[in-house]
């Protein structure tokens, strides 16, 4: 019997999402012969002990006997048990400092790692994660704060409502004055921010149109890899390339800053990329971005007005444009911006239940057979051994 364990979330501030719903428990353990999910008691998930107990799962504190243990968030040092495999997003791979302790004792405790950020299909692309929705809530909370600013019109915090569906009845008669959006990146999070354009009402024009033109109705533009960055020497884009050599490209962002009111970021970054724009930017008259809701949220990254991690509790703060500090929001002189690292949490319902379902598609099978490429490649410590595919790690995990 291969068992698979929920895991209560430790990491503080607490997120409520799951790994799998009730049903998706349910479903598991009545379909796969030799498996069984148990369940972690715990009081802040967003299905509850007793749901996952009405659906026949076992909930109990110690889960010590189980195989394989599913997460969320990074697992605090002293709830590592050795020798075990764990799924959860551990933000190790880009060498992050905050993490560096984790990865060791993973490492000390003869613990096998597979990130779920990691989890690839043959073409690069992300298999699972909760990118979607943390788009939804990105865009919504930047299209609130664009109108706490501008007092054009009101929205509510997105966690006044219980589900996505509640939320899109929130948008009926709402109307948006003619403004510009800009959208960047070309995966989940700018497909769920796409999801608000168009449940808005929102209108798409090309990059040519939204330089040119003026409208009397609000718009936006999307722009992916090939609309933002340049080689330097052959004036090209291309996307392998690109991704092995970012630092051989130029990023044409600034050409729309004149254009735009609100920026929604949602593109991959890492210190080799060039960032959308420099702080310089910000103190030219022609700066005409009011919000950004930086959704990918990189603290200094592809938004280098992103000063730090803002709360679903109070999403957006104000930088000041001739300072570069952190004020209140929705001030005359200050760029608002919306930087929410757990954005998914505001609907953790209806993002547990699409991660679970992916999970279920696209990755269980292969984690039950073993053997599998895909979880090799997404293995960053095996049995307390870094994993081949991340040597880069390797004075980082010491």
Known sequence: MLKFGLIKEGKIPSDNRVALTPAQCKFINKTQDGIQVVVQKSNDRCYSDKEYISAGIEVKDDISDCDILLGIKEVPLEMLIPNKTYLFFSHTKKLQPYNQKLIKEIVAKKITLIDYECLEHID?????????????????????????????????????????????????????????????????????????????????????????????????VHLKGRDLYLHKETNNYNRTEFHSNPANYNCTFEQYIPHTDILMNGIYWDHNIPRLFEKEAIHQPDFNIKTIADITDDMYGSIP???????????????????MEK?????????????????????????????????????????????SEIIDKATIIKNGELNSHYAYMREYVG
């Open 124 to 220: 690069g692309k992300r298999i699972i994660g909760f990118g979607f929705f943390a788009g939804v809530v990105g865009a919504h909370n930047g299209i609130m704060a664009y109108g706490n600013k501008t007092g054009d019109f009101k929205l509510d915090k997105i966690n006044s409502s219980k589900s996505f569906n509640d939320l899109i009845h929130t948008y009926f008669g709402l109307k948006i004055p003619a403004i510009k959006i800009a959208v960047t990146g070309s995966g989940r999070v700018a497909h769920g921010v796409l999801e608000i354009m168009n449940l808005l009402g929102i209108h798409e024009v090309e990059p040519d149109e939204y330089l040119e033109k003026t409208f009397s109705y609000p718009v936006y």
């Open 305 to 323: 007005c992103n000063l730090g991690d803002s709360t679903i509790e109070d999403p957006v703060y104000g930088v000041d444009k001739l300072t």
């Open 327 to 371: 004020t209140a929001p929705y001030l005359p002189n200050s760029i608002d911006i919306m930087a929410v690292g757990n954005l998914p949490n505001e609907l953790p319902r209806d993002a547990s239940r699409y991660f679970g379902q992916q999970l279920i598609k696209h990755v269980l099978k292969d984690i039950i057979d073993g053997n």
